[in-house]
């Protein structure tokens, strides 16, 4: 009876270990004391549904207030080399300005640069967190 317990409860925390779905993510942090502007220029005419449905006019722009988060979601999964490759392909260059800095990733490297190394998660790669300073 207690071999069958032992089972039960394997095969559940297998399950729900096995079936989670998690969604992934990018945020946007504004650590700064005072109002930021992160602007993600697009490449007309890109295939990623999720940015195109959020922007306008090629173009997706976030007003961030001191110490506010702006997320853009992504759907079920999780960020892998080829996904970042995808979203990277997807834009043209992303703006990010504070009171006294403006930097514009441009190229296709620095893009995937930023990406990659802000990735989040133990075992899934679910989150990156970009930290607007």
Do not use: H
């Not at 990735?119 to 930290?131: A, H, M, S, V």
Request: charged share 30%; proline share 2%.
């Amino acid at each position: 009876m207690k071999l069958i317990i032992k089972l039960f409860y394997l095969t559940f925390i297998a399950n729900i270990l096995i079936s989670c779905d998690p969604s992934y993510n990018i945020d946007f942090i504004n650590k700064t004391d005072y109002n930021a502007k992160v602007k993600i220029n697009l490449i007309p005419k890109i295939e990623e549904y999720r940015l195109r449905e959020i922007s306008t006019n090629d173009s997706i722009v976030f007003n961030l207030k001191p110490k506010d988060t702006a997320n853009i979601y992504f759907g079920i999964g999780t960020w892998s080399k080829d996904k970042i490759e995808k979203l990277s392909n997807s834009i043209d260059n992303i703006e990010i300005e504070t009171k006294d800095v403006k930097t514009i990733y441009k190229s296709k490297k620095a893009m995937r640069k930023l990406l990659e190394t802000d990735i989040q998660g133990l075992w899934f790669k679910t989150l990156i967190e970009i930290d607007v300073e």
